[in-house]
Nanobody, 115 residues
Framework: QVQLVESGGGLVQTGGSLRLSCAGSGFTFSIYTMGWYRQAPGKQRELVGTITSGGSTNYADSVKGRFTISRDDAENTVYLQMNGLKSEDTAVYYC?????????WGQGTQVTVSS
């Protein structure tokens, strides 16, 4: 049973910080590219950033310099450190794992940034 389970979402004030976690199981976590996506109400799901098995990261321009993706393969976990949060960061945040044609998704965790 492949699972990706996000945690760490919640309510935070503008300018605050939050760290999301995504724990994987049932697949070889270390060889997958992991990603964070988000979906705000009334909007399409968008890429936040990715981290490859080798640790290379890419970020959407909207979060560059504020968010950091990291991974701990020993714990089968990918993190999203979110600093300098803005109201427009409010969304459900999803974790995913990708290897060639294989694509797994978590259930999402809500992040709400108060203005």
């Amino acid at each position: 049973q492949v699972q990706l389970v996000e945690s760490g979402g919640g309510l935070v004030q503008t300018g605050g910080s939050l760290r999301l976690s995504c724990a994987g199981s049932g697949f070889t976590f270390s060889i997958y590219t992991m990603g964070w996506y988000r979906q705000a109400p009334g909007k399409q799901r968008e890429l936040v950033g990715t981290i490859t098995s080798g640790g290379s990261t890419n970020y959407a321009d909207s979060v560059k310099g504020r968010f950091t993706i990291s991974r701990d393969d020993a714990e089968n976990t990918v993190y999203l450190q979110m600093n300098g949060l803005k109201s427009e960061d409010t969304a459900v945040y999803y974790c995913n794992g990708k290897l060639l044609s294989l694509l797994y998704w978590g259930q999402g965790t809500q992040v709400t940034v108060s203005s």
